[in-house]
């Protein structure tokens, strides 16, 4: 962070000298008064968000508020960065789950304001992460060494809302298809001496939908019959508080509480429909964040957090019987930075935490210690920055090595040039050592997964844009993957390597005030290592070759419409290469008016899948066909903000 500063004070611009009219030097024409809004509050950004832990790092961020009215959700944010793949079950409130860059979904590491939301290696479902608490979502893409066990492929960092001096309501509801309702509403300003957030939230629908099936798709010409997807309703809700304040002698104080609830059925597959099979669980993440700025350009930031997660299953293959589990963690992290020689950005973290988990066959717990080392040297003039780091991490039996070395270099006129090298490592997770889960036995001899990873990337920023280019490799060893024990049992080993490598582009342009456009491509090649020659070289399963998203929004603040198409190639769903899910292309429109100024009042129609493309989920089902959604927005100033 200190680098990052002293890179800022280095490259601000001298104050221009006054410009004349041609009637005599230092002449100034007069000009009429104009109200000038107050510049946002801005809090700075924490020791966990990527633009400080890895600034080299090549990194894509998503403002929701770009897309309100839009009806999306988290994972349908996430759905145009590049290098990242979702897979999802289909319909509001059904489970999703990201992959980055070619790693799996327990690879990827999720923290909500720096919290971990996952237990041990564990995939973080996004469906129980509501958009009405996020402020912005920070995708750090390739190995995140600097983060730990877990970030094998990526990081997926949520920034909530954050609290604001000035008193403001705002509020927020949906209704669309399939009897989806989604609502919010929430307040902040001043509190306590500080500035305080508190938002309310809840998300229903129905999810049920008629789709065309073919039974024998293998023939050409073969008949279709109509078929519902059914059991397939969710329900949300939750609550978030926040709370900052200034204290005495350069300390901040950030505090957040927040909780989740939801309930959902789970249709089970296409050719095995459960009609009575659901889950339920909750969730509660605590986080406390204290900042100290000491003179000579030294910060030190303490972050203590708490989490559980707690759900259970139900009817379908789960019986009468309900099968509960629960994951819990705490821990605490201390990170120190400091300017040192007017060029060295010397930093150290330490953090130690414990995590258990409480599930029928086993009731496991270990404790973590991390300790990182870094130093980020700035050379020419502060324009280039060389970043290197080493962390040891220690999860329960595991020990890991994450070195990092990366490299920023701006250049002239808006050009830029990154590049980074690194490992990474992911521990077997408490279920793959200890736990029985139904036919799946665990394997207490595993080994962690370790990932070595390379990539660079160009880019060009002006004021009406950015473009960026980069490429990326990987080589993952030990792979975690299950081996199959007739009649019915699988078990994980150690059996599988694979090699990743790719391409992505990333752009945006808004040549008028009144035109924007955007487009993300990624191209992803993958290959099983594995020494069998059923799927030697094959490409991964669930890793779709292409991705293309791309958007336009014509029109002023106060109407304008939107564009997007989001393609995805098709993709292999076994080892050997012989199934496969179909490529898709989903077309959305939508619009949105501002029906008022103060308060600020808009209305949005959103269309999506307008061309009610039959796409399929993980398991065969389709997805949800064309839906139609109309959204209320108000944000109330209660107190305009200040102008000069």
């Not at 024409?29 to 080299?56: F, G, N, W």
């Not at 070395?405 to 992911?426: C, D, K, S, T, Y």
């Not at 279920?431 to 207490?444: D, K, M, R, S, W």
């Not at 190639?569 to 496969?580: G, H, I, P, W, Y």
Request: net charge negative.
């Amino acid at each position: 962070m200190v680098g990052v500063l002293l890179l800022i004070a280095l490259q601000a611009p001298s104050p221009s000298p006054p410009v004349g009219d041609g009637r005599g030097e230092g002449d100034a024409i007069p000009l009429p008064p104009v109200d000038v809004p107050a510049p946002p509050e801005e809090a700075p950004a924490a020791a966990s968000s990527p633009t400080r832990r890895a600034p080299s790092a090549v990194t894509t961020t998503v403002e929701p508020t770009e897309h309100r009215g839009e009806a999306k959700d988290t994972a349908a944010l996430l759905a145009s960065t590049p290098g990242v793949t979702l897979a999802g079950a289909g319909g509001t409130g059904q489970s999703t789950s990201i992959s980055v860059r070619g790693a799996a979904s327990s690879g990827v590491l999720v923290l909500l304001d720096g919290v971990p939301l996952g237990g041990p290696s564990e995939s973080v479902d996004l469906a129980t992460i509501p958009t009405p608490v996020v402020e912005r979502l920070e995708v750090l893409k390739g190995g995140g060494a600097r983060y730990g066990p877990g970030a094998l492929g990526g990081v997926l960092n949520i920034v909530t809302l954050r609290p604001r001096g000035k008193a403001r309501l705002f509020a927020e509801a949906t209704q669309g298809a399939f009897e989806t309702t989604l609502l919010s509403a929430g307040a902040t300003g001043e509190l306590l001496g500080g500035q305080g957030l508190f938002v309310l939230h809840g998300a229903r629908s129905e999810g049920n939908f008629d789709y065309a099936y073919r039974p024998l798709s293998e023939l050409a010409g073969s008949p279709t019959e109509a078929r519902a997807r059914t059991n397939n309703a969710s329900l949300l809700g939750g609550a978030l508080l926040k709370y900052r304040a200034e204290l005495p002698k350069g300390v901040a104080l950030d505090a957040m509480v927040e909780g989740t609830a939801y309930a959902r059925g789970l249709a089970g597959t296409i050719d095995n429909p459960t009609t009575d099979a659901h889950e339920q669980g909750q969730r509660a993440t605590f986080g406390a964040r204290v900042t100290k700025a000491f003179e000579g350009a030294g910060e030190l930031e303490v972050l203590a957090w708490g989490r559980l997660h707690r759900n259970a299953f139900a009817g379908g293959a789960f019986g009468s019987d309900v099968y509960a589990q629960t994951d819990s963690g705490a821990g605490a992290e201390a990170h120190y930075s400091q300017l040192a020689f007017g060029r060295h950005g010397l930093s150290a973290l330490v953090s130690g935490s414990a995590e258990w988990l409480q599930a029928p066959g086993g009731n496991p717990s270990w404790g973590r210690f991390s300790a990182m080392a870094r130093d980020e040297v700035l050379l020419l003039g502060g324009d280039l920055t060389v970043d290197a780091s080493v962390r040891v991490d220690r999860s329960g039996p595991f020990t890991g090595f994450s070195p990092h070395l990366g490299a920023l270099w701006l250049l002239p006129r808006g050009f830029e040039v990154r590049a980074n090298l690194g490992q990474a490592h992911r521990p077997p997770s408490f279920f793959e050592l200890y736990v029985q889960q139904g036919h799946l036995i665990p394997n207490a001899q595993l080994k962690p997964e370790r990932g070595l990873y390379a990539d660079g990337a160009a880019g060009f920023r002006h004021g009406r844009g950015f473009v960026q280019v980069g490429g990326f490799y990987a080589l993952y060893e030990d792979l975690i993957s299950y081996e199959y024990y007739p009649p019915l049992l699988a078990r994980p080993v150690n059996f599988a390597a694979a090699r990743v490598a790719g391409l992505e582009v990333e752009a945006r342009v808004e040549p008028l005030s009144w035109v924007q456009a955007s487009a993300t491509y990624s191209l992803l090649f993958t290959q099983n290592l594995k020494d069998d020659p059923r799927f030697y070289l094959n490409p991964l399963p669930y890793r779709p070759r292409h991705k293309l998203h791309a958007r336009l929004a014509v029109g002023p603040r106060w109407l304008y419409a939107r564009g997007e198409v989001l393609y995805q190639s098709d993709q292999f769903v076994n080892r050997t290469a012989t199934l496969t899910l179909p490529e898709r292309a989903f077309v959305n429109l939508g619009a949105t008016c501002e029906l008022l100024q103060e308060p600020k009042l808009s209305l949005s129609f959103e269309l999506k899948n307008l061309l009610d493309v039959q796409g399929m989920d993980l398991d065969g089902y389709p997805l949800p066909p064309r839906a139609a959604y109309l959204t209320l927005s108000l944000t109330w100033d209660v107190v305009p903000e200040r102008k000069s």
